[in-house]
């Protein structure tokens, strides 16, 4: 019986470090799929065209105004670093637009201009940082919003329930799954040997 206790501890051990092995596999990549974003406001998520853009480490970017049917900002999302210019470039597109801040740490309006190749530019900085969210006063009912986030220091979303990110946390929890299901295939099997070399039958009368 001793040699059956050794050998049953080192099967054991074989079969933890099976799960063990799935579950270090299922953390490295959920944490690698995970892409964290800015929490825009409502009229920012569901806005036109709904691009996004991580635009920090640079000096400047620039936001397209009448992308789509013309009726959009392109990207409409963006992160930026405190010390950016972000400008606008009118498309010529959708008819007369403007840029104005509804909410956030910044207040800027340009004039309603339609015109293809109008600028209009804003230096966001340390002042801003937080999350701005502006439309075009002309379509605002009609979807044409945007969002710019200032500073990493924002409330942000990232895998979890994101639309992406779900595809991708499956496969990790799959694994993971097949690894506890391994696991408690093994300790069934070896307890059915057990019993079959104690009582020399698995019949359940005792
Ligand atoms: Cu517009």
Redesign the pocket.
């Known amino acids: 019986m001793s040699t059956d206790d050794v050998s049953r501890r080192a099967f054991m051990r074989t079969a933890g470090g099976t799960v063990a092995a799935a579950g270090v596999g299922a953390s490295a990549t959920g944490s690698a799929a995970a892409q964290e974003q800015p929490k825009w406001p409502s009229a920012v998520e569901n806005a036109n065209v709904g691009s996004y853009k991580d635009a920090r480490g640079q000096d400047e970017v620039t936001i397209n105004v009448g992308a789509g049917d013309g009726?959009a900002f392109d990207p409409t999302k963006v992160w930026v670093d405190p010390g950016t210019t972000v400008t606008w470039e009118w498309t010529g597109q959708?008819g007369k637009?403007n840029v104005e801040t509804v909410e956030g740490p910044a207040e800027f309006e340009s004039e309603i201009v339609g015109e293809e190749g109008h600028t209009f530019s804003v230096d966001l900085t340390e002042d801003n940082k937080g999350i701005i969210h502006y439309q075009?006063q002309?379509?605002a009912q009609i979807g044409?919003h945007g969002g710019i986030a200032v500073g990493s220091d924002v409330e942000t979303t990232g895998g979890e329930g994101g639309g992406e990110a779900a595809g991708v946390v499956f496969v990790p929890d799959a694994a993971k799954a097949l690894g506890v299901a391994t696991f408690f295939a093994m300790v069934a099997t070896l307890a059915f040997a057990f019993a079959f070399l104690k009582y020399g039958t698995v019949s359940p009368s005792e």
């Open positions: 009726l959708g637009h075009c002309p379509h044409m």
